[in-house]
């Protein structure tokens, strides 16, 4: 069975500094894997996905993520921190699973002017 | 067009209530989702249709109760629910439901349900 573990539920970052949310998964084979944003009492918005090709993938808002098979890991960043990226930012994965999607516990962004 | 429309936003109702939340996605996607969120926690799995038929029920009470009328419709019935079913409930959908990689999730903004 495949799950994932988010580092951290609370982030704090200054407003410019860089952004690092870490997500870490557990397979046997390589999943697909994503990374959704969360602002109060909305939906779920994708930030980026891997799936195939490149390990390291860019999403919308400046962020990016880098697929690490060897650590089993697919962290967040962002350069620098907007006050608009506070959030609740969730990873997620689905392996050959038929529309199953595995979200990770999440983790607050707080960004601090 | 790469919206899901969820109604209503807002829902309250008493444990003797039946009511519906419903879902809509004009992207061609065959495969639609129901998930439960409740605050500070990721979404859970209730259901999932594939090709407008229940393809996962993730051991969800009775009081829940889907319908896929077509291919870009989604209900939820809700009757006797309890107070701790309280929670923000988000439909969703993706783009092919028979393949080992169906696409990624496409969520509306959800509604938000309590039960007095």
């Known amino acids: 069975a495949q799950s994932v573990t988010q580092l951290g539920s609370h982030v704090s970052v200054s407003e410019g500094a860089l952004v690092l949310l870490r997500c870490n998964y557990s397979s046997s084979v390589p999943p697909y894997l994503f990374w959704y944003v969360q602002y109060p009492n909305q939906g779920l918005q994708l930030l980026l996905k891997y799936t195939t090709g490149a390990t390291l993938v860019k999403g919308i808002n400046g962020f990016e993520a880098e697929f690490k098979k060897s650590e089993t890991s697919f962290h967040l960043t962002k350069p620098s921190a907007h006050m608009s990226d506070a959030a609740e930012y969730f990873c997620?994965?689905?392996?050959?699973?038929?529309?199953?999607?595995?979200f990770g516990s999440g983790t607050k962004l707080n960004v601090k002017p | 067009d790469t919206e899901v429309t969820q109604t209503p936003k807002h829902l309250v109702m008493g444990m003797t209530n039946k009511k519906s939340l419903k879902c809509e996605q004009h992207?061609?996607?065959?495969?639609m989702y129901w998930y439960k969120q409740k605050a500070k926690k990721p979404p859970e799995l209730m259901f999932v249709y594939s090709y407008e038929k229940l393809s996962i029920n993730e051991s969800v009470p009775s009081r829940f109760s889907p319908e896929c009328p077509n291919s870009s419709l989604l209900n939820l019935h809700l009757h006797a629910l309890q107070p701790e079913d309280s929670a923000l409930y988000l439909c969703?959908?993706?783009?092919?439901?028979?393949?080992?990689?169906?696409?990624?999730?496409?969520f509306g903004e959800g509604s938000r349900l309590t039960v007095l």
């Open positions: 992207m061609g996607h065959r495969a």
């Open positions: 969703a959908s993706s783009q092919d439901a028979q393949r080992e990689y169906s696409g990624e999730l496409f």
């Open positions: 997620a994965v689905t392996l050959y699973n038929f529309n199953k999607f595995y």
